[in-house]
């Protein structure tokens, strides 16, 4: 899952418009997503939520809408937040979003030994 956090005012009346728009999403793309909007607390005036996505859906989105590639953002899914946030700011609905958590495949890492790629000639040019 690709878990989106964000923050806004009145989650209760905002969240009807939230899956509202992703509905539009999945209308558009001609597919169901299995999108949750939860509450996540409030605090100060803010009321905190949380989106999750499934990966697919994202893939599938960026088949429709392949402007999604040209946001900025290192990973797919930073720049699905960062083009989902343009989308909803065109439809004057406010929400401050950011990446919560993203699906990493485990690896096994190795560790250099830095003694191997180092020796005392190179050291002393550094002085």
């Not at 994202?58 to 999604?68: G, K, N, S, Y």
């Not at 990493?104 to 190179?122: A, K, V």
Request: with cysteine; proline share 3%; hydrophobic share 35%.
């Amino acid at each position: 899952m690709i878990v989106i956090s964000g923050s806004c005012i009145k989650f209760d009346k905002e969240r009807l418009k939230i899956m509202e728009f992703i509905g539009e999403l999945e209308w558009g793309a001609h597919t169901k997503s299995s999108c949750e909007c939860s509450s996540d607390g409030s605090a100060l005036g803010w009321d905190f939520f949380q989106l999750y996505f499934n990966p697919e859906f994202v893939e599938r989105l960026l088949e429709v809408h392949p402007d999604i590639e040209k946001e900025e953002g290192n990973m797919l899914e930073q720049r699905f937040v960062l083009w989902i946030s343009r989308k909803l700011k065109k439809k004057k609905l406010e929400y401050y979003l950011k990446l919560k958590d993203v699906p990493y495949e485990s690896t096994q890492g190795f560790r250099l030994n830095p003694e191997n790629y180092r020796d005392d000639s190179e050291l002393e040019k550094l002085r």
